[in-house]
């Protein structure tokens, strides 16, 4: 099983990303997928989540109104949409699954390798 989360870049504060996590060996439609972020010096902290049966969503109070996750179950993806980007937000995003459908994703089994984010002032 493997996550795999693509999408990271630089950009300029205020700018826009759209992360993308996709999955081999996992379909991941079935599960509540969580975005981390990790910057350094700083402990990993919990983005976003959305369940599958209901879409339910979570963000963390210091991303509301400005990220929003969704997935694509065609194509078996789920998105972070990154908007109002600001150097705060500079970090490694990666995606996650416990295997449960409830958010949160307090502990997960699965991660991918996560994609650099980041934000210039």
């Known amino acids: 099983v493997q996550l795999q989360a693509s999408g990271g870049g630089l950009v300029q504060a205020g700018g826009s990303l759209r992360l993308s996590c996709s999955a081999s060996?996992?379909?991941?439609?079935?599960?509540?997928i969580a975005w981390f972020r990790q910057a350094p010096g700083k402990e990993r902290e919990g983005v976003s989540c959305?369940?599958?049966?209901?879409?339910?969503?979570r963000y963390a109070d210091s991303v509301k109104g400005r990220f929003t996750i969704s997935r694509d179950n065609a194509k078996d993806t789920v998105y972070l949409q990154m908007n109002d980007l600001k150097p705060e937000d500079t970090a490694v995003y990666f995606c996650?699954?416990?295997?449960?459908?409830?958010?949160?994703?307090?502990?997960?089994?699965?991660r991918g390798q996560g994609t650099q984010v980041t934000v210039s002032s």
């Open positions: 959305i369940s599958p049966s209901d879409g339910k969503t």
């Open positions: 996650a699954t416990g295997l449960e459908v409830l958010c949160p994703v307090a502990a997960y089994d699965y």
């Open positions: 060996g996992l379909t991941l439609d079935y599960y509540a």
